[in-house]
């Protein structure tokens, strides 16, 4: 998957792999679930999509189990890279896969679990991470060259959305040499790109939401507005995504946090 920016780009990278924990006994030799397994993880891969608007690599370990009929059960994440919307985009894969075909009829085994991991690794090309990794090791050491670096980076992405970040970096390193002014304008302008790129994203979630009308899609909805710093459509996103599953209980735990959220900022 290829994301494009108007002078950068990044490469996602998928990677999907499995370990099944309650490896089947010598009675029942493995083989039996070769074809079975390759099945399993074609139809997984199929069923995920990772978020929109990947900033850094993502991983998530889910631990789950399949019953004999090949329906999904008890899925949980064990790791995590500690992004709940990632997270969550491999929980929905599983419950978009299931069911999965029966088991092979000649085991007698009821049921299998397993460790699934979905990776993803994004490389960004061109040199803008070089040139901002420069610039994070000569602050304050050299602010100097690290404005050099920092100026280089961003003349790479030519003025990216997606890396609103980088004038907000290059206000510290001006206030860090005593130009207050030039720090201002950079933070200005970090705040700025910041606002498209949280609306950018907003709509393309809005977008798949109105669309699939899924729990996952509401969920992830209500974090985009929440990075936004909009607790009261976030809420109401949230409230949709319970609406429509009854296994909603982490979803309710995340509207009372937004609640909290919301009224800490008021």
């Known amino acids: ?17 499995f370990l099944l924990i309650n490896s089947v006994s010598a009675i029942e030799p493995q083989e039996n679930f070769s074809g079975y397994m390759t ?21 998530a370990l889910v631990k789950f189990s399949v019953a004999r009929t090949g329906h999904i059960y008890s899925a949980q994440i064990v790791e995590s890279s500690g992004d709940p919307v990632y997270d969550e985009s491999a929980l929905e894969a599983l419950r978009k896969a299931s069911p999965l075909a029966h088991f092979p ?22 040199d803008m991470q070089r040139y901002l990794a420069n610039a994070d090791r000569f602050y304050n050491v050299n602010n100097r060259t690290a404005l050099d670096y920092i100026n280089k980076a961003i003349d790479e992405v030519d003025g990216d959305i997606n890396a609103y970040f980088l004038y907000g970096k290059r206000s510290k ?15 200005d302008q970090s705040i700025k790109l910041k606002a498209k790129y949280d609306q950018k994203r907003i709509m393309a ?27 009261e459509h976030a809420i109401e996103a949230i409230e949709k995504a319970i609406a ?20 800490s900022s008021l």
Not at 1 to 17: H, T
Not at 108 to 126: A, E, H, P, Q
Not at 173 to 187: M, N, Q, R, S, Y
């Open 1 to 17: 998957m290829v994301v494009m920016g108007a002078g950068i780009k990044k490469i996602v990278l998928i990677f999907m792999s």
């Open 39 to 59: 099945d399993l993880q074609e139809k997984i891969q199929k069923s995920w999509f990772p978020p929109e608007c990947l900033e850094r690599d993502g991983h």
């Open 105 to 126: 009829a000649s085991t007698s085994r009821g049921s299998l679990t397993i460790k699934y991991s979905f990776d993803t690794s994004v490389v960004n090309t061109g």
């Open 173 to 187: 390193i001006k206030e860090a040499l005593g130009d207050t002014v030039g720090a201002a304008a950079d933070l």
């Open 205 to 231: 979630s809005k977008l798949i939401a109105e669309m699939e009308q899924s729990p996952y899609s509401y969920f992830n909805l209500a974090h985009s507005y929440e990075v936004a710093g909009d607790y």
């Open 244 to 263: 429509l599953t009854e296994l909603n209980n982490q979803y309710k735990r995340y509207k009372d946090e937004l609640v909290t959220k919301k009224t």
